[in-house]
């Protein structure tokens, strides 16, 4: 199948060959869905810490007399039920969150959300993404020329000057096949594949 290439205007000049076996694959929501969430879940820390009633801060006397107040009973003011208490089933600082997808599910969503792309007109191919200088200023004004304002570049290489100069634009997120994520191909407006990098998804995915 074919994909539009761009030049240095981001007009489509030709068409360019690329594998069916990464970008034409049927839709599959369920399991794009599944790799989103499942990217989401492994990136968390899982470091919050909630107390249960034996850490709370709290005296052990009783609040009041067991008869004749007319409110329920109560031992101590630790109670779950009371403002200040316990969590019942806090959280542990050590909780794991963390959900597996093997390889041949995740190879299959990738190439889904890939073709999809490509079903979308989001992705396009590029003949290679070089700076001259670490200038975030000349990258910005080439993304600008070609009138992209969110974007994701899968360049076959990220040298120390394209690194630097797109660590700051806030939209904009340059990366190797290798660290392509399933998160930020669908978060971004437009994904820009060099040739180069055609071969590597190729060899991941297919």
């Given at each position: 199948?074919?994909?539009?290439?761009?030049?240095?205007?981001?007009?489509?000049?030709?068409?360019?060959?690329?594998?069916?076996?990464?970008?034409?694959?049927?839709?599959?929501?369920?399991?794009?869905?599944?790799?989103?969430?499942?990217?989401q879940?492994?990136?968390?820390?899982?470091?919050?810490?909630?107390?249960?009633?034996?850490?709370?801060?709290?005296?052990?006397?009783?609040?009041?007399?067991?008869?004749?107040?007319?409110?329920?009973?109560?031992?101590?003011?630790?109670?779950?039920?009371?403002?200040?208490?316990?969590?019942?089933?806090p959280?542990?600082?050590?909780?794991?969150?963390?959900?597996?997808?093997?390889?041949?599910?995740?190879?299959?969503?990738?190439?889904?959300?890939?073709?999809q792309?490509?079903?979308?007109?989001?992705?396009?191919?590029?003949?290679?993404?070089?700076?001259?200088?670490?200038?975030?200023?000349?990258?910005?004004?080439?993304?600008?020329?070609?009138?992209?304002?969110?974007?994701?570049?899968?360049?076959?290489?990220?040298?120390?000057?394209?690194?630097?100069?797109?660590?700051?634009?806030?939209?904009?997120?340059?990366?190797?096949?290798?660290?392509?994520?399933?998160?930020?191909?669908?978060?971004?407006?437009?994904?820009?594949?060099?040739?180069?990098?055609?071969?590597?998804?190729?060899?991941?995915?297919?």
């Amino acid at each position: 199948m074919q994909v539009e290439l761009l030049n240095d205007q981001g007009q489509s000049s030709s068409n360019v060959d690329v594998p069916e076996t990464v970008f034409g694959r049927d839709y599959n929501e369920a399991l794009i869905h599944q790799l989103v969430v499942a990217y989401q879940a492994n990136a968390r820390q899982g470091t919050r810490a909630q107390k249960d009633r034996q850490m709370v801060k709290h005296s052990t006397k009783k609040p009041f007399k067991q008869k004749g107040t007319g409110r329920a009973r109560a031992g101590m003011t630790s109670s779950p039920l009371w403002r200040g208490g316990g969590r019942i089933f806090p959280n542990s600082p050590d909780e794991n969150f963390t959900q597996k997808i093997n390889k041949k599910m995740y190879r299959a969503g990738m190439a889904s959300i890939f073709s999809q792309l490509v079903r979308e007109g989001r992705l396009a191919v590029i003949d290679s993404m070089k700076v001259d200088s670490p200038k975030t200023k000349q990258l910005a004004d080439k993304f600008k020329a070609m009138n992209l304002q969110s974007v994701l570049v899968i360049a076959e290489e990220v040298d120390e000057n394209l690194y630097l100069a797109s660590r700051n634009l806030p939209n904009v997120l340059v990366v190797e096949p290798r660290y392509a994520d399933p998160l930020s191909l669908v978060h971004y407006k437009k994904v820009i594949v060099t040739k180069a990098a055609i071969d590597q998804l190729m060899e991941m995915f297919a």
